[in-house]
Structures are given as structure tokens and as C-alpha cells.
């Protein structure tokens, strides 16, 4: 069923300057959040839903934002893709995949997102921050595979999770269609992380993550082909590649013109 037209909300302002509050006067640092390792519980708390910045993002997700249950609409056949950290496959056919960007709050109450630090044997990506999730299985829309994926990486229950919505897909250069899907934390959960996936889980304060001055663009050589990608380093944390291009993708969403 097609979604009826919303009007577009006028774009926050992430960067110094006037809006939304300058991140970096906001005091969102990873200095003090903690970093747990596999196995270690962590846990996270509801995203403060008062925060006029909660209001204000889970307005926009409704009004720009796709239902996340289609599974027409996640194709690769369904709405242009966006072009990732390479506007191609090298490895065959795409493979359909979801991540998770879930919304809570830290031990400080700041408005944070859920990363994880992927373990260091796993043949891709193996060692960098990413958010939880996977490959689709068949049959799976994007918001089943994201919340199934959090749950088996570090135990996020699903029923933990209020979904907003999901982007336009995101194409990687490794053939992968990604959706990300954006969603609130409703309860507190304690998460565990799964060895054989996840190296540590750690919060994010979500305006730094999001604070254009913050990324950069940086280019990198695979195969012999010089490629641009997205960087975001938020007090020594690096958050780079797939992940930073997804970062991107949600901020055009959210807050872009």
C-alpha cells in the first residue's frame, strides 16, 4: 500500500552553530562510557522519550522513513540503491542484510547508540566497530533479520526494541544490499555479547555520531582500485567503512535537506 505524503520537517542543524545544540558543547564523549568484552554484561537503559530530541527524531522517522516489514521494498529490485564504499559487487549476486541502530540511553542519560566491536577471526570485517546485524534469511524483512541478528550478538531482546523505520538500502563493494533499521529502546536490557561474533559492545552518544564536523571522507585501496569511504572518530573511537557509510546514510535521512 502506498504511504501517504508527508511534509519533510526542516533540517536540524548537527554542527556548530545555531539549532540543535553543538554536540561538542553537549559534552558527548566516549571518555567515560565503558567498553565491554565478550561475555561481560552491559547494560543499557530506555531511550529518554521526553528528550525533545527523541521526539524529534522519531517524528522524522515516521514522516521519511519506509515501513520496516516490506520485504518488497528492501530488494534490489525495489527502490535505487544508494552507492556504498563501492557502487558494485565483487563477489557475484547481491546478499540482502539488515543492521540494527538502536536508540538508548547511557549511565549518564545521554541519548546513545548500541555498537559492537566485531571479533578479530571472523573472515569480513573482522576487528571493526559496527552495528548489530546480518544477512537476511529467506523470507526475512529487514526488522526481523536486524532484531534477530542484535539478539544472537549480544542478546538485545526484541521485545526491548520500539521500531521507527527503515533507509534506503546500502550497497557495499562486498555485494551486500544493507537496510538499516532505527529503532528506540523501550525496556532495560543487559546485553552479552557472543564470543564467536563480538569482541566488546559499547554505547555511542548518538550527536556525536551524527555531528557532520566529525566525518570525513578518506580513500582506500582493495584489489588494486582506489576507493572513498567515510570516516567518524569520536574521542579515539574509529568508526569507518560500511559502518560510517551507513552513519552517513541515517544522517541524509534524518536531517538532511
Not at 1 to 26: H, Q, V, Y
Not at 179 to 193: D, H, Q, S, T
Request: proline share 9%.
Amino acid at each position: 500500500m502506498a504511504r501517504t505524503p508527508r511534509e519533510r520537517p526542516e533540517p536540524l542543524n548537527f554542527g556548530a552553530g545555531p539549532g540543535m545544540a553543538n554536540p561538542a558543547a553537549a559534552g558527548s564523549s566516549l571518555s567515560g562510557a565503558a567498553v565491554h568484552a565478550a561475555g561481560q554484561p552491559f547494560a543499557v537503559f530506555p531511550a529518554p522519550r521526553h528528550d525533545p530530541l527523541v521526539m524529534e527524531i522519531a517524528w522524522r522517522s515516521r514522516a521519511i522513513m519506509s515501513p520496516g516489514d516490506d520485504p518488497e521494498w528492501a530488494a534490489p529490485t525495489g527502490e535505487p540503491l544508494v552507492p556504498g564504499d563501492g557502487a558494485g559487487s565483487d563477489d557475484g549476486p547481491l546478499k540482502r542484510a539488515a543492521v540494527l541502530m538502536v536508540l538508548g540511553a547511557d549511565a549518564a542519560g545521554e541519548l546513545s547508540v548500541v555498537m559492537i566491536k566485531r571479533a578479530e577471526h571472523l573472515a569480513r570485517h573482522a576487528g571493526q566497530v559496527a552495528l548489530p546485524g546480518g544477512k537476511m534469511e529467506e523470507g526475512e524483512t529487514p526488522t526481523g533479520a536486524a532484531l534477530r541478528e542484535a539478539c544472537e550478538e549480544v542478546a538485545l531482546p526484541s521485545s526491548a526494541v520500539d521500531i521507527l523505520g527503515t533507509t534506503t538500502p546500502y550497497l557495499t563493494r562486498t555485494g551486500f544490499c544493507v537496510v538499516p533499521v532505527l529503532g528506540l529502546l523501550r525496556n532495560e536490557a543487559v546485553l552479552r555479547p557472543d564470543p564467536g561474533e563480538v569482541a566488546a559492545v559499547f554505547s555511542v552518544p548518538f550527536r556525536a555520531l551524527m555531528a557532520l564536523d566529525r566525518h570525513r571522507t578518506v580513500h582506500v585501496e582493495h584489489k588494486g582500485i582506489r576507493r572513498t569511504t567515510y570516516e567518524v572518530m569520536i574521542d579515539g573511537t574509529r568508526v569507518w567503512g560500511v559502518t560510517a557509510g551507513i552513519v552517513r546514510l541515517v544522517h541524509q535521512k534524518l536531517f538532511g535537506p
